[in-house]
């Protein structure tokens, strides 16, 4: 079963790091066709977008997920087929409602970010035109994700890290081919190129839907053998199964909510904020798309995390249920060591060459001493995320609905408070100190909750992550000699953006091959793979 879970982890985790870098190499091309102004554009639609979808699927992907894993460990395979079927008609018709409500919400949204006796930047009716585009992939992602969510419930994590990769990679293609086509063939708008963009999440929805329905009919006559067998159990009524399932469901709405809540705390306040104390609409919104930017960065290495909430709240649930408490310990410790065995180095890395980092993917006109610096403040958000969402399934686990509320609001109120006390005070990096200071508290009380919970103690983790914490600092310092020599011998060869890729890849490969190398030697590292240590 250990080995079924950590399988299980690193298949999602491959595809979820996969999609998350296809989704932000995308935005050099894109940001390069349609300028900065043209991506705060897209920003503005796609945040209330992705708010819509965690409303619009009501958390049940992940409840459906828990609810079967749960009745499939009790043998009832039945239960969580019924929901399947009709879990699939309530995602068509919620995603549909949610659909109409973000088309009709568009001009209200639109005022929120934009003033109508605005003279420069995006228009209130160009937020329009690009919110409305992007609603209509709200009928095809809810539905797609609640089959992900079924199939990982049954253990079955390929279809989901299959269709994952495949969504992003048509979305992408499709967004940055629209965009070009539309910008130099068509001779059309900047606007116009960002509502191709817009229909991205449309077509990258269509594809991972049906590859889902495709594995789907493949595998039926094997589903169906599972559900006649246990034709024995206690039929569950409807109203039982989504009495339970709801249970489940909306601790799932807020936490999925919460990434898109800081984010869109950000979108929509940051403009007003920055104009308050006297910066122009242009400059604004310049550091809106940086934040931006800096955001989906950092969001690559914390797809690891989503990877293991994922596998995490499955594989909980059932031993949770056998009353098995120290293999529940066991997994949240394996998962912490291994989560923060990846992102620590990450972390250090994005912090150390952070401007280079900017430079090199988004360009010398994009503002790369801002861009760079706002990185370097925002690299720890990498692995404060990662925590927040792997200590939140491990919260939904193991039931503490509850206190995983609490948690979470918490952190929302402080992040929205300190948005608003510390830009006036140390400007432009306000709003990353005051994501810091919400997702601190969260999970602070999430760990209290869990530790009350199972009784869990933390003295296991002391050791692996003071070596983790020492292997990272000392190849933070090689990476930063290294990038230092490289700049020194290079920058009269190179010009400033090329010699980024020059420091980036050189630092990175180097910082990679020293702390891998030393770190396949860790204690913990060689017991997940296999070997026994003395």
Known sequence: MKNQFIRGTFLLTGASLLSKILGFVYIMPFTMLVGTSGYALYKYAYGPYTLMLSISTLGLPLAVSKFVSKYNGMGNYRAGYELLKTGMILMIITGAISCVSLYTLAPTLAQTVIQRNSESGNTIEDVVYVIRLVSISLLVVPPMSLLRGYFQGNQSMGPSALSTVLEQLVRVTFIVGGAYLMIHVWKGTTTEAVGIGALGAFVGGTAGLFTLLIIYQRRKRWIQEDVDRSRQAPKMSLFAIYKELIGYAIPFVVVGLTLPIYQNIDTFTINRLFQGIGYPL??????NSIIGFTQILIMIPVSLATAFGMSLIPNITVKYVAKELSVVRDYMTKTLQILCFFLVPAVVGLTILSTPIYLMLFGIDNNPFLGGYLLKWSAGQALFFALFTVTAAI????????????????????KFLLNILLVPVIKEIGPTVAT??????????????????????????YRPLLWVASLASMMGMVVFMMSEVVRAYFSPIFASYHLSWVIVISSVAVGLFFYIGLGMHLSFIKELRGKKTP
């Open 282 to 287: 242009t400059k604004a919104e310049e550091i």
């Open 395 to 414: 919260l939904q686990g193991l039931n503490q609905q509850k206190s995983l509320l609490f948690s979470m609001f918490v952190g929302v109120g402080v």
């Open 436 to 461: 810091y200071g919400g997702y601190f508290m969260s999970i602070l009380f999430n760990l209290y909750f869990i530790k009350k919970t199972i009784f869990y103690s933390f003295v296991p983790l």
